[in-house]
């Protein structure tokens, strides 16, 4: 369970932002732990300054959504045949005039929706804000990364005992068992 809005809000105070709003999928999940491969259909996390984050998410993604972020975020969601204007509306409703937007993943026909629907909003690029954020790791990323370091050393030192001269690379990762016979009757 992913819950990063707090430092996003102290991050806008720093940065005078009233929202932000978080469209690349890795950094919806960053903030929110709402993990959704990139599709055409507008998929936004709205971060206010105060407040809970309000997710916009299309009727497909709606169980996976709801599972993900626990009720810890509130969500906005859209059906195909309405589109995602009302939902998104609904989500910027009372963030303020100056929102950021992650400038290089928004799509230009999505920061026409958002210009539109929030009018009196100035939208700015952003998209250091959350850089900066996931540049630094917290304890539990770097148990994570010490983790995966360790499953990649057992498993670089396990292809080392399978490698022999006459094993291909797809006997070496099909089946360990197997190549490490071929590997000892080579010998």
């Known amino acids: 369970m992913t819950d990063r809005s707090i430092p996003v809000q ?6 005078e ?3 932000v709003l978080v469209v690349a999928p890795p950094n919806v999940a960053y903030v929110c732990g709402f993990h959704a491969e990139p599709h055409e259909r ?13 997710l916009v998410c299309p009727s497909l993604e709606e169980d996976a959504a709801r599972s993900a972020v ?18 998104l509306a609904r989500a910027l409703a009372g963030t303020g005039p100056r929102l950021g937007i992650e400038k290089r993943y928004l799509t230009v026909g999505y ?17 250091d804000v959350l850089g900066r954020l996931r540049a630094v ?4 990323e770097i148990d994570a990364i010490h983790r995966a370091a360790r499953i990649v050393d057992r498993v670089v030192g396990q292809l080392g005992e399978l490698a022999a001269p006459g094993i291909t690379e797809a006997a ?16």
Request: proline content about 5%.
């Open 10 to 15: 102290a991050a806008l105070q720093a940065g």
């Open 70 to 87: 626990d009720g810890r975020v509130a969500l906005h969601v859209w059906r195909d045949e309405e589109g995602p204007a009302d939902a």
């Open 137 to 140: 790791k917290s304890e539990d």
């Open 42 to 54: 507008l998929i936004a996390l709205v971060v206010p300054r105060q407040g809970e984050p309000r």
């Open 17 to 19: 932002l009233d929202a």
């Open 111 to 127: 920061a026409e929706l958002v210009a539109a629907t929030a009018r009196a909003a100035a939208l700015t690029a952003c998209d």
């Open 172 to 187: 070496c990762s099909g089946s360990a068992p197997r190549a490490a016979a071929h590997s000892r009757s080579t010998r």
